[in-house]
């Protein structure tokens, strides 16, 4: 039996891929037959041919039917223990999470009505599918943390680790390059921005002619988390909204309503509601510039401008990115960027890096700066960014001195998945697992019953 954290990497190898199991493009899944049960929560086989799908989108090949369902199962018990040991997960967090999401494909379809065409769901099924979607899969994230949050690693045990290899076994690293950059986000047209103040001060008429703010928001703001709920943000901390919102919002008095404020997320026109203590309660309705449209101009000056200091070593790269890029992922890092999967700074220079980062890089000398290049960030906003071709690591044999990250790495994998391992031996002991009989030939976390939900 595979390790639960396999599974669990499983699903994270398909979110990390901008697809969500359940939440399946098109209109052929009809199979709503349980298969699977774990106390409250339910596996169905829709479920399963879905998360297939989701690999074939992605030109994956899909696991075994067997190993998805355990995945799923894995989750389900995961999620089963959260309601148990009362593990939750803010509410704010969750509507951020799902807005970003939703926004990210709404950009990706180019417009919310291509969006429904592409999954035959109205707007409002699509975002209650994915806040569903997503508050699950915080829960799992959240179990899993606190199962390995106190996992760790001493420097003996990565020794001890990496002297237990033979040395004829050692593996052999393959080039790798270390790169940062500094990105700006294109940037919105003024036809775009004069257009948008237009729309939004014809709203801001009407509501001072009496027509109510909220109904409003649902029908025109283009924020597809806060739309449905009149504009409602809710109660928010001072600091957790971006400076151009909050600084606008607490100028206000409870019921009036502000200028337009522009923001990295477009126009907003926003109403405060009420003040309590350390936190408020706004309302908005926003409207964003169409991201085909946005002017690279003003950003690619910016940045051939900022090269040219930084070649004259008059600011050095890293304190340029902290200071001038609009990359958040990377900008308090000194621009560098990181392998997702394993957090470390080098990146293997081969055929599954990005082409158009290979070529570039292929191009460049070690220490050099790329000339400021179109570039589109996960979420899909335009942007340019400089490279810096920061060091390269020739292949060799890999050796505690130069590969000290790496077999930490592995060493604490191993640890968390014990750790997984141990606490899943007693978690099933704590929940109801039953499967299909369909299934009973897959034996689920080793063996489970099978009696059928």
């Known amino acids: 039996m595979k390790s639960p954290l396999f599974f669990l990497c499983m699903l994270a190898m398909l979110l990390a891929l901008g697809t969500s199991p359940g939440f399946s493009q098109g209109k052929g899944i009809s199979l709503n037959k349980i298969i699977a049960k774990v106390d409250n929560y339910y596996v169905l086989k829709s479920d399963l041919e879905q998360t297939r799908q989701s690999y074939a989108q992605q030109n994956q090949k899909a696991p075994a039917d067997c190993q998805i369902l355990e995945s799923l199962v894995v989750q389900k018990v995961l999620l089963a223990k959260a309601e148990i040991d009362s593990v939750t997960v803010d509410d704010k967090l969750i509507d951020s999470q799902m807005d970003s999401r939703m926004s990210y494909m709404v950009q990706q379809f180019g417009s919310e009505k291509n969006l429904v065409e592409a999954y035959g769901k109205s707007i409002e099924a699509l975002k209650s599918e994915l806040r569903s979607e997503v508050k699950e899969q915080m829960l799992g994230q959240r179990m899993q943390t606190k199962i390995t949050d106190e996992v760790k690693v001493s420097p003996n045990e990565v020794r001890k680790f990496f002297n237990a290899?033979?040395?004829?076994?050692?593996?052999?690293?393959?080039?790798?390059?270390e790169i940062g950059h500094i990105?700006?986000?294109?940037?919105?047209?003024k036809e775009q921005r004069d257009e948008l103040r237009k729309r939004l001060l014809a709203l801001r008429?009407?509501?001072?002619?009496?027509?109510?703010?909220?109904?409003?928001?649902?029908?025109?703001?283009?924020?597809?988390?806060?739309?449905?709920?009149?504009?409602?943000?809710g109660f928010a901390?001072?600091?957790?909204?971006?400076?151009?919102?909050?600084?606008?919002?607490?100028k206000l008095k409870p019921g009036e309503m502000s200028d337009i404020v522009e923001s990295e997320y477009g126009l907003h026109l926003i109403q405060l509601i009420e003040v309590r203590g350390a936190e408020y309660?706004?309302?908005?309705?926003l409207l964003?510039?169409?991201?085909?449209?946005?002017?690279?101009?003003?950003?690619?000056r910016f940045l051939d401008s900022l090269r040219t200091l930084i070649v004259a070593d008059s600011i050095k790269f890293e304190k340029a990115a902290k200071d001038f890029s609009e990359d958040k992922a990377t900008?308090?890092?000194?621009g560098v960027i990181r392998d997702p999967q394993s957090n470390s700074s080098l990146l293997p220079l081969d055929q599954n890096m990005d082409y158009t980062l290979y070529m570039t890089l292929d191009t460049m000398k070690v220490g050099s700066i790329s000339q400021p290049m179109d570039y589109r960030l996960e979420d899909g906003k335009s942007a340019?960014?400089?490279?810096?071709y920061k060091r390269k690591v020739a292949p060799h044999t890999a050796s505690i001195k130069d590969d000290y990250e790496k077999i930490a790495n592995i060493v604490l994998v191993n640890k968390k998945n014990k750790a997984i391992d141990e606490w899943f031996r007693k978690a099933v002991s704590d929940v109801y697992i039953n499967v299909d009989p369909e299934y009973e030939s897959c034996r689920i976390l080793g063996s489970v019953k099978t009696e059928g939900p």
């Open 165 to 177: 290899i033979p040395k004829d076994s050692l593996p052999y690293i393959p080039a790798e390059v």
């Open 183 to 189: 990105v700006r986000l294109a940037k919105v047209t």
């Open 205 to 233: 008429e009407r509501v001072e002619k009496g027509e109510d703010f909220a109904k409003l928001a649902t029908e025109f703001s283009e924020d597809v988390g806060s739309a449905p709920k009149g504009g409602s943000l």
């Open 237 to 250: 901390k001072r600091g957790a909204m971006v400076p151009e919102f909050e600084g606008a919002a607490l």
């Open 281 to 285: 309660h706004a309302r908005h309705i």
């Open 288 to 300: 964003r510039p169409d991201y085909n449209r946005l002017d690279l101009s003003e950003p690619r």
């Open 331 to 334: 900008a308090d890092a000194g």
């Open 384 to 388: 340019v960014r400089l490279l810096y």
